[in-house]
């Protein structure tokens, strides 16, 4: 594999850099493709079907360039794999391929490819087509981030939590490794609203929300508006950690915000209540089962003092 771009530049929706993968055998064509894009955008190249979906697992490119016909693996295999395997699927793949007939033009096309791009090529030809997926690949990243944030707290939103804490769970049942999920809820926030207004609630919850937010992205975590006054959060790879210690600290950041909650009956700021639980996922185990239990932990919490912490191992 060879990256044709300097490795530290990032992707970005604002950004026009995007990262091709471009998988042929000949070295000709790679560099001939590399020359053409490589001024505009990350150009990764790849000399064999294997080492081609390898990489594309590693560097999950936007868009993937593969020849037909290869030695070992020819790229209408290779296409099937990428088609079905879950974090490869969604990426288009475009043919530039010798081979001229209709039926292979066709079968490529049925076979998932969004383009097909003859041999011996134009440049001006394959740029424009190219770039036209690019561009719809950006409009797409775009509508998938609105849909997958909330515009509020400007926090992923419960949509982008289902897809999140599931594949951190898979990550964790995969390493075997100590995951901790919970539940976080505003204390006395209805009160808050009614008594302030709601667009004192609306910056409240933007306050809480990114403080919170803070304390939990130092241990690799993350939060998520799920309901009105409702937070989802993980922390991955917490063996080491000392999780009622962070979960004591995200309670405590909200509290020094000092927020005044004159309507609150435990404490003269805003505050919140935390549900969490940790554990090892395993197959006897489901993640709503586990969420479920965060909820029960929260509720324990909310029938009694609030502006606390109720962690349970299992």
């Not at 490589?38 to 593969?66: C, N, T």
């Not at 933007?206 to 309901?227: N, S, W």
Request: net charge negative; proline share 3%.
């Amino acid at each position: 594999m060879t990256d044709l771009n300097n490795q530290d530049e990032t992707l970005s929706l604002n950004d026009k850099k995007f990262t091709l993968l471009c998988i042929d055998d000949e070295v000709v064509n790679l560099k001939v493709i590399a020359a053409i894009f490589k001024e505009q955008h990350r150009v990764v190249v790849s000399k064999s079907a294997a080492q081609g979906f390898s990489m594309a697992l590693e560097i999950k490119p936007d868009l993937i360039l593969l020849d037909v016909l290869m030695p070992e693996e020819n790229g209408f295999d290779l296409i099937v794999k990428f088609k079905n395997h879950p974090v490869l699927k969604h990426i288009p793949v475009i043919f530039i391929t010798g081979l001229q007939s209709t039926e292979n033009e066709e079968k490529g096309l049925t076979l998932g490819a969004c383009d097909y791009i003859h041999k011996p090529f134009n440049y001006g030809i394959v740029r424009a087509r190219v770039n036209t997926h690019l561009e719809i690949i950006r409009q797409r990243n775009l509508l998938a981030k609105f849909a997958h944030f909330d515009s509020l707290t400007e926090l992923p939103n419960r949509r982008k939590w289902q897809e999140d804490a599931l594949e951190q769970w898979n990550k964790a049942l995969l390493a075997t490794s100590a995951i901790v999920y919970g539940i976080i809820d505003i204390d006395f926030f209805k009160k808050f609203n009614d008594h302030n207004g709601h667009q004192q609630g609306d910056i409240v919850l933007r306050e809480v929300a990114h403080t919170i937010k803070r304390v939990l992205y130092k241990y690799q975590g993350d939060i998520y508006r799920c309901g009105g006054e409702e937070f989802y959060f993980y922390i991955p790879n917490v063996a080491e950690l000392d999780i009622y210690q962070i979960l004591e600290q995200s309670l405590d950041s909200v509290f020094e915000l000092e927020i005044v909650h004159e309507t609150s009956l435990v404490s003269p700021y805003i505050s919140v209540s935390i549900g969490a639980i940790k554990l090892v996922p395993n197959d006897e185990k489901t993640l709503e089962q586990v969420m479920k239990c965060a909820d029960e932990n929260l509720y324990q919490v909310k029938s009694t003092t609030r502006n606390a912490v109720c962690f349970t191992e299992l």
